[in-house]
């Protein structure tokens, strides 16, 4: 099994990576891509993969921390998510959000991720609530509970609109969430969304 691959980024879809590992390209499908691009091209990244094999095809997919990995390897043991299911869970939310979601029972949250339906949330809360010991999520009234009254209290400041902007430039709920923890420390009242923005980029660039 191909655990994790490191090599230079070589080309980038919306769905997928190539990434050159000394001449050889393997393509790897990804909950967001561009998680990678940050590194720019010229700089190896690590992406921890899961090796499907299957009668009909050969497929890695990657993440960007064992974190993902490991929630992506639980997601995939619940009846009715396959591989591209469980890419778009984590598309749509942080590992830690979605355990969360699942540990508190969050039918609502779960509901809103890409290809879940009530009765699949359902699912996943029981075959999944008490298997998932390994994760560090957050109880009532943490880093979900947090992250939303952070974004309901910089509304007036710009920060919400400002984190839309990102996430349609393809970052993470994790990426914008750490981003936050620093921009908070020295947010200026009724600074511009554009500048924010700018801000937030420098930031997600550095890594």
């Known amino acids: 099994m191909i655990d994790f691959v490191r090599g230079l980024v070589?080309?980038?879809e919306n769905e997928y990576i190539v990434v050159d590992v000394q001449g050889v390209g393997y393509r790897v499908f990804c909950p967001n891509p561009y998680a990678f691009a940050a590194k720019g091209s010229s700089e190896p990244?690590?992406?921890?993969?899961?090796h499907s094999v299957r009668e009909d095809a050969i497929s890695l997919y990657g993440?960007?921390?064992?974190?993902?990995?490991?929630?992506?390897?639980?997601?995939i043991d619940v009846t009715g998510i396959g591989p591209r299911v469980a890419l778009?869970?984590?598309?749509?939310?942080?590992?830690?959000?979605?355990?969360?979601?699942?540990?508190?029972?969050?039918?609502?949250?779960l509901t809103k991720l890409p290809g879940i339906g009530k009765k699949t949330a359902q699912r996943m809360i029981l075959d999944l609530k008490d298997r998932l010991d390994?994760?560090?999520a957050p109880s009532l009234g943490g880093l979900f509970d947090?992250?939303?009254?952070?974004?309901?209290?910089?509304?007036?400041g710009g920060w919400k609109e400002a984190r839309e902007g990102l996430e349609v430039l393809g970052y993470t709920d994790a990426e914008l969430d750490k981003v936050w923890m620093e921009l908070k420390e020295d947010l200026k009242p009724g600074e511009p969304v554009d500048?924010?923005?700018?801000?937030?980029?420098?930031?997600?660039?550095r890594g």
């Open 10 to 12: 070589a080309h980038m």
């Open 146 to 156: 947090n992250t939303v009254a952070a974004e309901a209290e910089l509304d007036g």
């Open 63 to 75: 993440f960007s921390t064992r974190e993902e990995q490991k929630l992506f390897r639980r997601l």
């Open 134 to 136: 390994g994760f560090v």
């Open 195 to 205: 500048a924010l923005m700018k801000r937030a980029l420098k930031v997600l660039y």
């Open 45 to 50: 990244v690590t992406v921890y993969t899961h």
């Open 88 to 109: 778009g869970i984590l598309a749509g939310g942080s590992p830690e959000k979605v355990v969360s979601a699942i540990q508190q029972e969050n039918v609502t949250f």
